[in-house]
């Protein structure tokens, strides 16, 4: 199919759900692409209305509690009328200088998939120590060849439909692109905690099948030798085993991966995941407390007990 004068022939996605404040920024950054799809899940504010206005195209995603989450729903579902999707989040942007090198990389037949590097900001500051840079992530890829993984994490409520932490698996060979994406949310605090209270009942569950040996299949797996991702996840089989792991997290993000040097934005952000480490390891409690279910009553939980009856002493 041919393409539109000046638009690169790649199909963007974006998965969206009450963005208005991130949305016409992020729209904005990738008019360069052919087309543009926003899966949205029944947004109740302005992003139909921004998305009208940009040229994206809308399609509503009915989540029914279990697996495929949005994005992998939408890779089996949408009509794309090119070989290669670009995923973007609400609150990503993707500058000039990556479209320009996009635009070259995908006329390689050498790789089926790229990864891109990611610059997270933090209240109007570049986070570039505590682990947090370089941030790969596979974004870029021919649709028909990536799927995103399954952690079976799907049974615990308040996560979300969407895959966050989950990544991409590629049947062919990746690259790496030089030209960062850029991750600043335009939302309050507010939403940052929120969205945090979700991610650590994910993480919680994730944390539970590492320790029970569960949920290896249909996942990238752990390598330490493989790449970047692989290798991370390699590290979180031990981490997940360490004690005092809001303490470490505090301590490896702000003294020995120099998070400090990000001023107050960089010890902001290190407190705030070592309260986020706390939640997932109270999480992951109850997992462990409740046999492998949040939010269940301990009355319900225990076994239920044998009621014997002994004839009492008569009456009268």
Not at 8 to 27: D, F, T
Not at 75 to 95: A, G, K, Q, T, Y
Not at 199 to 220: F, P
Not at 282 to 306: W, Y
Request: aromatic share 14%.
């Amino acid at each position: 199919m041919s393409t539109a004068a000046g638009k690169i022939p790649v199909s963007v996605l974006i998965p969206a759900k009450n963005e208005e404040e991130n949305l016409p920024a992020c729209l904005e950054s990738v008019a360069a692409a052919a087309e543009v799809f926003v899966v949205d899940s029944q947004s109740e504010d302005r992003s139909g209305e921004i998305c009208d206005r940009y040229g994206a195209q809308v399609v509503q995603f009915h989540f029914n509690g279990r697996w495929p989450k949005k994005k992998n729903w939408a890779l089996d579902n949408l009509p794309f009328h090119h070989d290669w999707v670009l995923i973007v989040d609400c609150d990503e942007r993707i500058p000039p200088e990556l479209w320009d090198e996009i635009a070259e990389a995908i006329q390689s037949s050498d790789y089926d998939g790229y990864y891109l590097n990611r610059r997270v900001f933090f209240l109007g500051t570049w986070i570039r120590h505590g682990g947090k840079y370089p941030d790969w992530n596979l974004r870029l890829f021919r649709h028909a060849k990536g799927r995103y993984e399954n952690l079976h994490t799907e049974d615990i409520r308040n996560t979300g439909d969407n895959e966050v932490h989950e990544h991409v698996i590629i049947d062919g060979p990746v690259g790496y692109l030089q030209q960062d994406m850029l991750h600043e949310d335009f939302r309050d605090l507010f939403h940052w905690l929120e969205r945090h209270n979700r991610y650590s009942n994910w993480e919680a569950r994730v944390y539970y099948n590492l320790l029970h040996g569960m949920g290896n299949d249909g996942t990238i797996g752990a390598n330490l030798f493989g790449d970047a991702v692989q290798r991370k996840r390699f590290l979180k089989t031990i981490w997940v085993r360490l004690p005092f792991k809001p303490l470490l997290r505090f301590c490896l993000f702000y003294v020995f991966q120099l998070g400090f040097l990000d001023g107050r934005a960089g010890y902001i952000y290190g407190r705030l995941l070592s309260q986020y480490e706390y939640q997932i390891g109270v999480k992951l409690f109850e997992l462990e407390r409740f046999g492998g279910s949040l939010n269940v009553n301990a009355a319900k939980a225990a076994p239920e007990a044998t009621v014997t009856s002994e004839p009492g002493p008569a009456n009268g």
